[in-house]
């Protein structure tokens, strides 16, 4: 095995094209420059993803964390919740059920980490509509349509938006398609 040397932005582009969690940097570019071949059989131990050793990499982060990005690629998320899709919906709750169910839909088995979520005093999400309610006074829950989950509904837009932006965290996604969906979503929201 080589090594070379890349510049930041190439290396945050070569990791904003992961398909799969642990898939290496060398996985990537044969999967991008050379799409015909087929990946090579080991036999040997996985490979460890590609770190920076430049001083300014925080110690423990295999990724910058502006180059951090979801176990697929941030184009799939981007264009299930397009501006167009959002605008199907009139009322801001159907707009965060829809995102939510787009995210199970990409996330199915790493969906159920959203439920670690939760507030000073309730959980967000559950598997039933009885666990939030448990948990919680006016809650309104909802289920997240297509999944087996609920979420808590009554919640101001800020608050919705907060919330999408620890599921989108959760599931791996970089602060800009974090911004990018939820500006979607609340455009008032949009950081400067």
């Known amino acids: 095995m080589k090594t070379i040397d890349i510049d930041d932005d190439l290396y945050a582009f070569i990791a904003g094209q992961t398909k799969h969690i642990g898939e290496s940097a060398s996985d990537i570019l044969r999967r991008l420059l050379m799409p015909e071949t087929p990946p090579p059989v080991r036999n040997e131990t996985p490979p460890k993803p590609v770190q920076k050793t430049e001083p300014e990499q925080k110690v423990g ?11 697929v690629g941030s184009d799939d998320i981007l264009e299930k919740i397009s501006e167009t ?27 159920g980490k959203v439920e670690q979520i939760r507030g000073k005093n309730r959980i967000y999400f559950a598997q039933s509509k009885e666990a939030l309610l448990e948990n919680g006074s006016s809650t309104n829950p909802k289920a997240i349509p297509d999944s087996p989950f609920w979420v808590v509904t009554n919640n101001n837009s800020a608050k919705k938006v907060a919330m999408l932006k620890e599921v989108l965290e959760t599931l791996g996604y970089n602060h800009q398609i974090i911004n990018e969906i939820t500006g979607r979503f609340a455009p008032e929201t949009v950081e400067k």
């Open 85 to 111: 899709e959002l605008a199907q919906f009139t009322k801001r709750v159907d707009q965060f059920l829809f995102v939510l169910a787009q995210l199970f839909q990409i996330h199915g088995d790493e969906f």
């Open 61 to 71: 982060s295999m990724v910058p964390d502006e180059a951090r990005v979801s176990s």
